[in-house]
């Protein structure tokens, strides 16, 4: 049994498509607290975060959207992350888009230089999300969290990431839209970029499974960030990052599948849900699915659905 703590991620300040600050209400609509609780686990839902309030930053790039928001984001959920991890618990983040990784990834860092154990990063998307505030052309800060969490230079106007983490502790799972900048910057680096590519000719579980054995033979802590768009956009169309050519429905679980196995996951976030451009709650029930295979349930658990 573990235990597990919601936390609600109302942020639609990383890029400027609205509706992923309905993403948290929509996970819950979806029925994820019951899912969890079914799989035996002890489920706590902390309710929404709130932004902090911060004195207004500045940014030498003047593409930069919303960045105000963003770091009062950033702020509350290091905290709530942190905090769920100090009380021994697994924070599951509910999002809202991936800049609210600028803040879940840092709480986890921050728990895992507390209790000295390194911290690993699974990014389960179809973006490389490695660029800075300096480097961005669209100024959308959820295209950023990487950079920050791999100690990129350029995030002046955020507080320092608490022992940034090393490129060979970073997994990209999925990629599929990678800007050229983010590309060569990311060849400067020891991150893993498993683009769909390499999936295509190795499969799924090889590549997975190398980099949990690596997490598990240093003892680390594992963040899963498991963005919408990893998914098909088929199988999930709420999210406003389409990109051809995800996972399909058996990938998807089967990663997850493999991630429970493995008992190595300390924290998760799921982001990038916009309830708006869904198709009657499909791909909010497909995440939560998803995230019952994260916490134990079978692939042969699935229930017969109907069609009438």
Partial sequence: MTDISLIGAPVDSGQRRPGCLMGPAAYRVAGIAAVLRDLGHRVTDLGDALPEALPPAQCANPAVDQLDETLG???????????????????VVLGGDHSLALGSVAGAAEHAARVGRPLFLL???????????????????????VAYIA???GFDAFP????????????LFGI?????????????TRIAMNDMRVLDERGIVAPLREFLDKVRAAQGMLHVSLDVDFLDPAIAPAVG????GGATFREAHLVCELLHDCGLMTS?????????????GRTARLMVDLAGSLFGRRVFDRPTRSHH
């Fill in 73 to 91: 984001w950033t702020a509350a959920l290091r905290g709530h992350v942190a905090r769920a991890l100090d009380a021994g618990g697994v924070p």
């Fill in 123 to 145: 990014w389960l998307d179809a973006h490389s999300d490695f660029h800075t505030p300096l480097s961005t052309v669209s100024g959308n800060l959820h295209g950023t969290p």
């Fill in 151 to 153: 100690g990129r230079a």
């Fill in 160 to 171: 320092p990431f608490p022992a940034p983490v090393p490129g060979q502790n970073i997994c």
């Fill in 176 to 188: 599929r839209s990678v800007d050229p900048a983010e590309h060569a910057a990311l060849l400067t």
């Fill in 241 to 244: 990052t389409t990109v051809p």
């Fill in 268 to 280: 998760l976030d799921l982001v990038e849900l916009n309830p708006f451009l869904d198709d009657r």
